[in-house]
Nanobody, 127 residues
Framework: QVQLVESGGGLVQAGGSLRLSCAVS????????MGWFRQAPGKEREFVAA????????AYADSVKGRFTISRDNAKSTVYLQMFSLKPEDTARYYC????????????????????WGQGTQVTVSS
């Protein structure tokens, strides 16, 4: 059974930063494409960032490009989301997800592609 456990969320003022972590167990992490999604109250879950299992290819939502950075540490089976210049509109529950399709050339951005999900961690940005 694959488990994804997010951590690092919290309350931060606008302009601040946070780093989210997602620890993965139960499967060889190094062949999983990893993604971060978020869901605000009353809204659909949306793509934030993704990283290919090789680590060389990443993808970002336009709304976070230049402010967020996704990275991975295969030795620790962990994926990170570094968030800078946070805005109130970044307030949401952030979910880590894993995609088993390691034959893809680039990380996928649609949530339907992801096979495993964590429980999420809340990020609240105050104005």
């Amino acid at each position: 059974q694959v488990q994804l456990v997010e951590s690092g969320g919290g309350l931060v003022q606008a302009g601040g930063s946070l780093r989210l972590s997602c620890a993965v167990s139960g499967r060889t992490f190094s062949t999983l494409n990893m993604g971060w999604f978020r869901q605000a109250p009353g809204k659909e879950r949306e793509f934030v960032a993704a990283i290919h299992w090789r680590g060389a290819s990443t993808a970002y939502a336009d709304s976070v490009k230049g402010r967020f950075t996704i990275s991975r540490d295969n030795a620790k089976s962990t994926v990170y989301l570094q968030m800078f210049s946070l805005k109130p509109e970044d307030t949401a529950r952030y979910y880590c997800a894993a995609d088993r399709a390691w034959t893809t050339a680039a990380p996928r951005t649609n949530r339907e592609a992801y096979d495993y999900w964590g429980q999420g961690t809340q990020v609240t940005v105050s104005s």
